[in-house]
């Protein structure tokens, strides 16, 4: 072998590596400035509200994530920066944002040979994310104990025992021991029982008209023999 084609080997090596080693930093660059590695969503962390861009950058290039919230008008709110340092596997990185429903936010990526706008643009879900408190579940009303079968015991009185009503035929005849089988009274008696007849009153009257009587006929008495005596 000549030094002639020693040098001309060495020098074609020469290129080859240049070559090869252009053909890998552009395929870097390539991978690098693909505005595809990166998405962006809305999520929810409990109640609070997240908005979540990933980088799925191969390279590994650093860069930067910018989020802007779009409002009526076209007028834009920044919602926050932050770099962002990619790897095959996917990096995340998040911005606490307390997101409405529906709403639209443009996230904008800044690395190596990236400066563009993640298109779609991000719109959030139409749902609200939930407090802690809206999902616990709602107190419902409580159901009535069941009832016992047994029945309660009333706080009235306690019903009196009716009395029995005689009947037609137990009143018309005399129950034993009533006026019609008790035993009759004497014969002056019975009268005088009722009345009051039964006293001594009527011996006391009888008495003092007999003393009356003996009295007035003493009187006359007494008189006549007075007028016989004068006469004679």
Known sequence: MTRRSVRRSVRVLGVASGSAALVLGLSGSALASNIKNFAAEARCDGGKGL?????TDPSAAEGTVSVFLQGDGGVETKVGEQPVKGSKEGVEV??????KPSATYR?????????????PDLVT????CKTEESRKPKPTASASPPRSSSPSPSKSAPAQPATPVPSASESSSAPAGTAENAPSPAVGDS???ETGANS???LIAGIAAALV??????????????GASRNG
């Open 51 to 55: 908005i979540v861009v990933t980088d």
């Open 94 to 99: 998040s911005f606490p944002e307390d997101w």
């Open 107 to 119: 996230v904008h990526v800044k690395a190596a040979n990236v400066d563009r706008d993640i298109k």
């Open 125 to 128: 879900p139409s749902t609200a």
């Open 191 to 193: 009268n005088l029982a």
């Open 200 to 202: 001594n009153t009527g």
């Open 213 to 226: 009587a003996v009295g007035g006929g003493a009187v006359w008495f007494g008189m006549r023999r007075r």
